[in-house]
């Protein structure tokens, strides 16, 4: 089994706003390590294999945030 790296470009305009993402990434079960970043607009995922794509991009719209764009595993999806 191997982990899977997601890469989201999210729109944040205040740390309030990288926090509920972190907050959400933080009770998703299967969710190795994250990176928010709030100055390069981005959310670095990396979870085991079990966690797909699709879930974690539900867990972050539902934080209310705009996502641009998403990676899974370097190959660009659809948001």
Known sequence: M???HYKFNVTMT???CS?????????L???KEY?????????DITT??????ETVLEKIKKTG?????????GVTMAV
């Open 2 to 4: 191997s982990d899977h």
């Open 14 to 16: 205040c740390g309030g």
């Open 19 to 27: 926090g509920a993402i972190e907050r959400v990434l933080k009770k």
């Open 29 to 31: 079960d299967g969710v």
């Open 35 to 43: 990176n928010v970043s709030l100055d390069t607009q981005t959310a």
């Open 48 to 53: 085991a294999d079990s966690v797909s794509y």
């Open 65 to 73: 945030k705009t996502i641009n764009s998403g990676e899974a595993d």
